[in-house]
Nanobody, 129 residues
């Protein structure tokens, strides 16, 4: 069965770091884009970062709000995507979801949630002093 499982969330102080993991099962990440989105109460869903796999894969994209602080990466052998989050801010608090889309949805590593067809259950990240 297709599944995306996020882990690595927790409570950190501003300026701290966390590494999130997204382990895929039931499918191979080749020919998919995997992205991280986040949601917080009272705020709009935000696309955080995306990475491509498969043919010509490995391209990345970042929201302006996290560029320079977060790094997305992949481990093809483990069918896993990581999100290294550094210099965390209070505004980074939220539930972080990983999601997938097929390359048939279009080129690039976009952060358009409407194009992502399967989502994990999320992992909570809380940044607070």
């Amino acid at each position: 069965q297709l599944q995306l499982v996020e882990s690595g969330g927790g409570l950190v102080q501003p300026g701290g770091s966390l590494r999130l993991s997204c382990v895929a099962s039931g499918f191979t990440l080749d020919y998919y884009v995997i992205a991280w989105f986040r949601q917080a109460p009272g705020k709009e869903q935000e696309g955080v970062s995306a990475i491509s796999f498969g043919n010509g894969g490995g391209n990345t994209n970042y929201a302006a709000s996290v560029r320079g602080r977060f790094t997305i990466s992949r481990d093809d052998a483990k069918n896993t995507v990581y999100l290294q989050m550094n210099s965390l801010k209070d505004e980074d608090t939220g539930i972080y979801f990983c999601a997938r889309r097929s390359w048939v949805q279009g080129p690039g590593v976009d952060l358009d949630a409407r194009k992502y067809d399967y989502w994990g259950q999320g992992t909570q990240v809380t940044v607070s002093s």
